[in-house]
């Protein structure tokens, strides 16, 4: 089955600057790649995916990046603010719907 | 996002005993999923369901049941809860494969 390495688990970075997220999977069918995050005491929010007949997609601050013949997918937060503070997952699925996530990242932005 | 709904959000239990997890949505969709949290292991897969007739075993099912009663409602049981049982749990909803998946608000489950 599909296993998705995730680094680094945590990161700390400084107001204004840009963060980076890297993801590595297994499985060459996959060919969905989400990112969630999560708030403290919250559920876990789509906030940007990405699939595999695309190289990069854009949403404000955040973009992801995915390299089809490396197996790997990287979010890219820019600007960042003290309330991108949170854990965000990876994940990489196929059509079949099932995803698998990988370990989490713990973001803090100090102001 | 009130459309997928969890109860209990809290539960503590005992050693031994059987509990059930529920879920439901108003999302209409056919795809629900259970998953456990714990600190530096992400979010694993228990179950999957499909639709109302078709259930499948997910990463870490051992310990695990499910039923899919309707096709809004997917209930998680523990037949003899132990404590490393003990996580937050999430149920997650999905239209179909390949998008994006929206998760209950997570029940916090601790096994004396």
């Known amino acids: 089955g599909e296993n998705v390495e995730q680094h680094p688990s945590t990161l700390s970075v400084q107001e204004g600057d840009s963060a980076v997220i890297k993801c590595t999977y297994s499985d060459s069918a996959s060919n969905y790649f989400p990112w969630y995050k999560q708030e403290l005491g919250k559920r876990p929010q789509l906030i940007i995916d990405?699939?595999?007949?695309?190289g990069e997609k854009k949403d404000q601050r955040i973009a992801v990046t995915l390299n089809k013949t490396a197996k790997h997918f990287s979010l890219h937060i820019t600007e960042t603010q003290p309330e991108d503070s949170a854990v965000y997952f990876c994940?990489?699925?196929?059509?079949?719907?099932?995803?698998?996530f990988g370990q989490g990242t713990i973001l803090t932005v100090h102001p | 996002d009130a459309d997928v709904t969890q109860t209990p959000r809290n539960r503590i239990t005992k050693t031994g005993k059987r509990i059930m997890l529920e879920c439901s949505q108003t999302?209409?969709?056919?795809?629900m999923y259970w998953y456990r949290q714990d600190p530096g292991l992400g979010l694993r897969l228990i179950y999957y369901s499909f639709d109302v007739k078709d259930i499948n075993k997910g990463e870490i099912s051992d310990g695990y049941s499910v039923s899919r009663q309707a096709q809004a409602k997917f209930s998680l049981s523990l037949e003899s809860a132990i404590p490393n049982q003990t996580a937050l749990y999430f149920c997650a909803t999905s239209p179909g494969g390949a998008e994006t998946q929206y998760f209950g608000p997570g029940t916090r489950l601790l096994v004396l």
């Open positions: 994940a990489g699925g196929t059509s079949y719907g099932k995803l698998t």
């Open positions: 999302k209409g969709h056919d795809r």
């Open positions: 990405i699939r595999s007949n695309v």
